[in-house]
């Protein structure tokens, strides 16, 4: 929001992503479809779709963080969403069914930093792409997860939405750039 972190402002904000590939002017692009963001700041609220890409709901965060273990749980103030994470660091990437190895899943979001959500008129995905000199993501173990948005059965059916694996982003410098939004067709 163009506000330096020493006056204070902070949130803590979530996005549900899907990866997404889709044609490009120049070949097959990727990035992510973020169908829900939530953020524990009113301000983000107000302002998300606005004045940045993205419609947030607004929502109570806990976070709890040690050198090795995360845990991240929020429940939107409707109560429509509550999510639930704990992860533990780990030396390296096991049980992937995408990636073979941390580097590949690394790079694949790397590739995928461009982030596409609704606009609040419905007519144009907004976009926003992930800026850092410090790529840097380490592989985690999830001891638990929920999610009653991708654990809904009329979003997605059973069994459709499973975790393949988890990274952790920590300490990396970071800003964010708008980019141009994707218009998305009319339907006849």
């Not at 524990?40 to 040690?66: D, I, K, M, T, Y």
């Not at 059965?153 to 970071?174: E, I, N």
Request: proline share 6%; glycine share 8%.
């Amino acid at each position: 929001m163009g506000l330096p972190g020493s006056i204070g402002v902070r949130s803590e904000n979530a996005a549900h992503r899907v990866a997404v590939e889709w044609d490009g002017p120049d070949g097959v692009e990727s990035g992510v479809y973020i169908p829900r963001r939530d953020s524990g700041s009113p301000l983000n609220v107000l302002l998300g779709g606005r004045l940045f890409p993205g419609v947030h709901s607004l929502a109570r965060f806990e976070v709890e963080e040690s050198e090795h273990d995360l845990h991240v749980a929020f429940t939107s103030k409707d109560s429509s969403t509550r999510v639930s994470v704990d992860v533990r660091t780990a030396d390296e990437l096991a049980g992937s069914t995408l990636f073979p190895d941390l580097a590949a899943a690394s790079e694949f979001f790397r590739q995928g930093r461009i982030g596409f959500s609704a606009s609040r008129d419905g007519r144009r995905l907004d976009g926003l792409a992930l800026n850092t000199s410090k790529w840097q993501v380490r592989a985690a173990h999830t001891h638990a997860v929920q999610s009653t948005f991708f654990d809904d059965p009329t979003r997605f059916p059973s069994g459709s939405a499973t975790l393949d694996c988890t990274l952790l982003m920590r300490d990396v410098p970071a800003n964010w750039t708008v980019t141009t939004p994707m218009q998305i067709p009319a339907m006849a």
